[in-house]
């Protein structure tokens, strides 16, 4: 079972930046696909961007795409979530999400293991 760990959060003002990082412990990390989701109060969790487990394929929602690079290094077992250009709509709890294959997806249920996620606070 993968375990994760997110942190870089805070609070921005629009325009701004952040960088997310997830730390993976587990011998599987390399081998699975990434993602990112985000919950905003009182909204359902949603997709936001995803990596393969290679890092050669990635995958973007529409409201960030052009906005927001996903990465990863399977060497340090890290994932990344640049975020540029910020929007006060991004507000919500940020969430790590290990893939069940080495593909990503962009349902729920395409991944098996959270993290405990961490709060982006985008001010207007």
């Known amino acids: 079972q993968v375990q994760l760990v997110e942190s870089g959060g805070g609070l921005v003002q629009a325009g701004g930046s952040l960088r997310l990082s997830c730390a993976a412990s587990g011998p599987t990390f390399s081998n699975l696909a990434m993602g990112w989701w985000r919950q905003a109060p009182r909204k359902e969790r949603e997709f936001v961007a995803a990596i393969s487990s290679t890092g050669s394929s990635a995958f973007y929602a529409d409201s960030v795409k052009g906005r927001f690079t996903i990465s990863r290094d399977n060497a340090q077992n890290t994932v990344t979530l640049q975020m540029n250009s910020l929007k006060p709509e991004d507000t919500a709890d940020y969430y790590c999400?290990?893939?069940?294959?080495?593909?990503w997806g962009v349902g729920i249920s395409d991944y098996r293991s959270w993290g405990r996620g961490t709060q982006v606070t985008v001010s207007s």
């Open positions: 999400a290990a893939g069940r294959h080495r593909d």
